[in-house]
């Protein structure tokens, strides 16, 4: 079956620009993950999503930093005014079921790098 | 608080064997959850084991075995026979149970290089 897909793979921007960043869950997840990974870093949590809702956005850097699942199931990240320091890969995951002991599976990521 | 030390920037290792990948945690909460992840170059993370804190045994998947002691606050990864695909950077991370939800928080990871 279809793994977390994320897209686009590459994203190259200009300091100031809008960016938008997809991530297309497994299918029939309810709870779905955003991180961040800089160079050289273990992966950051962002935001947490039971279906619709944002439960935590506290991983969130600043305001802006949105994200959105309307439907339950794909999830934009959104970032306004990027910042050089924004230059990192993120990544998307999701599992089936929010215990404590459940496996979240990964998508590849999208690499942003702001100009 | 959580927070997850892995103090090896880089193992080395012959192929076929055993290697152990150091891992010590600080945390406050009373429950909680030990998880290895691989990331090989291609950079998609992929799940290897889980401990709980409360677990009697200690865990184990096929060539993964996870060297829990709860008192020292170390959960070490084990690979036995390790194999050339197992070249690849690997993050321990931990997770409270009483939020509700995963909310990993990584460590700084390790490189393993496999030599034949």
């Known amino acids: 079956g279809a793994g977390v897909s994320q897209t686009p793979s590459n994203k190259v921007t200009e300091k100031g620009k809008y960016v938008e960043l997809r991530c297309d869950p497994i299918s029939g997840h309810t709870a779905l993950y955003w991180y961040r990974q800089s160079l050289g870093q273990g992966p950051e949590f962002l935001i947490y999503f039971q279906g619709t809702g944002a439960a935590d956005d506290s991983g969130l850097p600043n305001d802006r930093f949105f994200a959105v699942r309307p439907e339950g199931s794909v999830s934009t990240l959104k970032i306004q005014r990027t910042e050089r320091g924004d230059s990192a890969v993120y990544l998307c995951?999701?599992?089936?079921?929010?215990?404590?002991?459940?496996?979240?599976?990964f998508g590849p990521g999208t690499r942003l790098t702001v100009l | 608080a959580q927070k997850i030390t892995q103090t090896q920037p880089g193992m080395f290792v012959q192929e076929k064997e055993a290697v152990t990948l150091d891992c010590t945690y600080d945390t406050s909460d009373p429950s909680y959850g030990l998880f290895w992840y691989k990331q090989p170059s291609s950079g998609e993370m992929i799940f290897l084991i889980y401990q709980g804190s409360y677990d009697q045994q200690n865990a184990t998947e096929g060539r993964y075995s996870l060297n829990f002691q709860k008192a020292r606050k170390s959960a070490n990864l084990v690979i036995s026979a390790s194999q050339l695909g197992d070249s690849a950077m690997y993050f321990c991370?931990?997770?409270?149970?009483?939020?509700?939800?995963?909310?990993?928080?990584f460590g700084t990871g390790t490189r393993l290089l496999v030599s034949p």
């Open positions: 991370a931990m997770s409270p149970m009483n939020t509700g939800f995963q909310k990993l928080v």
């Open positions: 995951a999701s599992s089936s079921r929010t215990s404590g002991s459940e496996e979240q599976f």
